[in-house]
């Protein structure tokens, strides 16, 4: 049987027993109350369940141990068989006392059938348990062997194939050195009729390359020559560029100051004039905003120098300044 067999027959004894035992707790406990109730005072019938509840715990408690134990092939000594029979001898006592006190042979026998059917599931349980636990065992065992055994013949052709190629990397290797030897020998005598002729040939090579050196010095000194002149030329181009570059600057700056100087005297004129006494046609009062703007004049006081709304002073000087930055780049191009 392989793995699968054997933990499906495990399975369906474990099921099997789990159902007896189930049942006969259930029979137990409805057989033993209405005794227990008969032989309790009045005002501890609730009382009558809790006996054969905790027998029947006993039982689940013995049960279950016992196939962990039989699982891991072990053994939890006399105690265990002594609690066993202790609590299989209480349920079938317990299941047929109240019969037994009728003298009622057939209620004896038919309340006897569950609690031996208990006693003797737990232990065939534990013996096919047990079984099962030492047939696994020895199986593994022999796997274990047979394992050994394939990787000792694995080991061995390992061995045989190393050993082998081995030899063969031997043979290999001596053939390869007679070859070299012999081609070293090849190569001694043709690097000595080689070497003679490079000796002849080097004589003739330097004196070439004396001539080809000479060559060489007299074209550098040309270059280097060359090279002075050109930067030379390069210095005094880029003297006259800085120089242009900054007469323009100083242009530029020179002409930014005149314009700053005369938006100064325009703000300034403007300021002196005073707020308008009456409001200013639309083409002088343009000339004051435009006037006003150049000269930074707030919108507030440029509307009171052309008596204008502030609203719309406010769009012509948005006006100015879409155009403004048109006009910087014309000014920037020419």
């Not at 609690?115 to 065939?124: D, F, G, M, N, S």
């Not at 199986?139 to 000792?152: F, G, I, M, S």
């Not at 290797?173 to 009729?193: C, G, P, T, Y």
């Not at 000194?221 to 242009?244: C, G, H, L, S, V």
């Amino acid at each position: 049987m392989n793995g699968v067999q054997i933990g499906s027959a495990e399975r369906a004894l474990s099921v099997g027993t789990w159902l007896i035992v189930s049942g006969a707790m259930l029979y137990s406990v409805l057989t033993v109350t209405p005794l227990m109730r008969a032989h309790t005072a009045d005002e501890w019938d609730w009382t009558a369940p809790i006996l054969p509840i905790v027998v029947d715990a006993a039982v689940v408690i013995v049960v279950r141990l016992d196939s962990v134990l039989a699982r891991l092939g072990g053994h939890g000594g006399r105690w265990p068989v002594v609690l066993r029979w202790m609590t299989g001898g209480m349920t079938l006592a317990l299941n047929v006392a109240d019969s037994a006190l009728r003298k009622d042979l057939v209620g004896v026998a038919v309340h006897a059938v569950a609690p031996l059917l208990l006693i003797v599931t737990a232990e065939t349980g534990l013996a096919y348990r047990r079984a099962i636990t030492d047939a696994l065992a020895a199986a593994q065992q022999r796997e274990r062997a047979e394992r050994a055994e394939r990787e000792k013949a694995t080991a061995e052709r390992a061995e045989l194939s190393e050993k082998r190629a081995r030899e063969a990397r031997e043979f290999e290797a001596r053939m390869a050195r007679e070859q070299r030897e012999h081609e070293a020998s090849l190569v001694r005598e043709q690097a000595e009729r080689e070497e003679h002729a490079r000796r002849e040939e080097r004589e003739r090579t330097e004196a070439v390359e004396r001539a080809q050196r000479e060559a060489r010095e007299r074209a550098e000194r040309e270059r280097e020559q060359q090279r002075i002149e050109r930067e030379r030329r390069e210095r005094e181009a880029t003297e006259r560029m800085e120089k242009e570059r900054q007469e323009r600057e100083e242009r530029a700056a020179r002409e930014q100051r005149e314009r700053e100087e005369r938006a100064e005297r325009e703000r300034a004129a403007l300021l002196a004039a005073g707020p308008a006494s009456v409001k200013q046609s639309e083409e002088q009062a343009r000339k004051t905003v435009t006037a006003a703007f150049r000269a930074s004049v707030p919108v507030r006081q440029a509307a009171e120098l052309c008596g204008w709304s502030v609203g719309w002073v406010s769009t012509r000087y948005q006006e100015l300044r879409d155009t403004t930055p048109a006009r910087s780049l014309e000014g920037a191009a020419q």
